[in-house]
């Protein structure tokens, strides 16, 4: 055995079909395993607030150690992880290949898995985290339910907080009436034909949020993409089941696979890259599925041939070239690599690809920005979140650009709310909801 491994990390399949992996007695043995690991390393101390749960439950027990923390104080350790993966990815020395074989984010998964079977995942948490039927619906009635949901409106917020458990000061998305395929079938932006990359055709994986919240992203994809010389179709078979994923619902996302990949396939068939516009949904389509049904061979096509949006266009620039006639963006821009990204294990594809700005000024964060997905919105997390998040929210403040932007789509809006509650006699960098709309703007297109 060595102390560290020197090794790229590796996971397993997920177990999720096993008996045994909802054996209680069996969980909490590989709980007191890891912790007591954790414990003795605690390099993880400011990742995250699990870690330091975890610390303070050891560092208040008579022996100060793990054999007198009771199991039920495990609860509160669990709940405080988001499923970044920054643990496994960038912090522990313990992740396989190495013999004590960790996997922090996917034992929490395993607890959340065993609370869902017994019933005991929040009912509430199990209706937000229908994307999909939800997007349909509040899409029908968006501008009444962007004004019911919004910030300012204190009445209603406080109801919806009582009702959800959705803190009333989180920001949280709004809905369009148009979903971004809806959109894109009604508008098809003209091909470059002159540009290098000219012949490359790639299906934009619009995922729910893109789709049913905030379109513009993709729309300003698409027109890159374009002016780049890629035809580019949009679609949205499912929702990639992360929401599921994070109360445990492994069986839900199983399903997700097999639809969307099965969508996807016939696309790949014809010669079609596949770019997931979201950070997390690139992930699950990567990475998290194949591990979940590693006996299906539609979600391992899949899994090759799908790209985060900032990886393709890098793709682009590196084996094509990319296309001339971008102009620089006065001022700067502060961009937050988001956990999902860094989770995928490409680097820091979205500084590359501003770094294609003419005269481009980049200042990167690369930290958590705490909001953990739709954990940051809860009753509860939200200022835990904040704290979390304070150093991006910080650096973004202090940075003196005049632009602040992450791939993530709820980790923009969440370092913006930090800004605000740090507080500046100085301006306020502009949020932009995704890199790819800086590229759009240099090219002359505005979304």
């Known amino acids: 055995m060595r102390e560290g491994s020197l090794e790229a990390p590796t996971r397993h399949p997920i177990d999720w079909q096993n008996p045994e992996f909802y054996d209680e007695e069996k969980l909490d043995a590989e709980l007191r395993r890891v912790f007591d690991i954790c414990h003795g390393c605690r390099r993880c101390f400011n990742l995250c607030d699990s870690f330091p749960r975890l610390f303070d439950l050891v560092d208040a027990a008579p022996s100060e150690e793990l054999d007198t923390v009771a199991s039920s104080d495990f609860k509160s350790v669990v709940d405080a992880c988001t499923l970044c993966d920054l643990c496994f990815m960038t912090k522990c020395p313990y992740v396989p290949p190495h ?17 869902a ?72 932006p003209e091909i470059n034909r002159e540009a290098p990359g000219f012949g490359r055709k790639a299906v934009l994986y619009a995922t729910c949020f893109n789709n049913y919240n905030d379109p513009a992203p993709g729309l300003a994809a698409r027109a890159v993409l374009a002016r780049n010389g890629v035809e580019t179709e949009v679609v949205h078979p499912h929702c990639c089941g992360m929401p ?23 696309w790949i068939d014809k010669g079609y890259d596949v770019i997931a516009l979201v950070p997390s949904c690139a992930l699950m389509l990567k990475f998290e599925w194949p591990l979940i049904v590693p006996d299906n061979e539609a979600v391992k096509k899949l899994s090759k041939a799908t790209f985060d949006l900032s990886e393709y266009v890098v793709d682009i620039a590196k084996k094509n070239g990319i296309a001339p006639g971008m102009e620089p963006i006065a001022g700067g821009v502060s961009l937050h690599i988001s956990c999902h990204s860094r989770a995928q294990n490409m680097g820091q594809k979205a500084n590359e690809m501003l770094k294609l700005l003419p005269q481009a000024d980049v200042q990167v964060i690369e930290r958590c920005s705490g909001h953990g997905g739709a954990w940051g919105f809860k ?51 502009q949020l932009v909801k995704h890199p790819i709309q800086l590229l759009a703007r240099a090219y002359g297109l505005d979304f």
């Open 244 to 266: 599921m994923l994070e109360q445990g619902h492994i069986a839900e996302v199983a399903k997700s696979a097999e639809i969307v990949a099965k969508a996807l396939g016939e």
């Open 379 to 429: 009753k509860g997390n939200f200022d835990v979140a904040k704290k979390v998040g304070r150093p991006v929210a910080r650096t973004a403040r202090d940075g003196g650009k005049a632009f602040v932007t992450s791939e993530c789509p709820l980790a923009g809006v969440h370092i913006t709310q930090g800004i605000d509650a740090l507080g500046t006699d100085k301006p306020k960098p």
């Open 117 to 188: 079977k017994k019933g005991e995942a929040p009912f509430i948490d199990k209706q937000l985290a229908e994307t999909d039927r939800n997007g349909k619906l509040v899409g029908l009635v968006a501008p009444i339910a962007n004004a019911v949901t919004a910030t300012n409106n204190k009445f209603s917020r406080a109801v919806l907080e009582k009702v959800t458990g959705l803190d009333a000061r989180a920001e949280l998305p709004t809905y369009v009436r148009s979903p971004l395929t809806s959109t894109a079938r009604a508008t098809t």
């Open 99 to 115: 013999s004590f074989d960790l996997d922090f984010p996917h034992l929490m998964l395993r607890y959340r898995a065993v609370e």
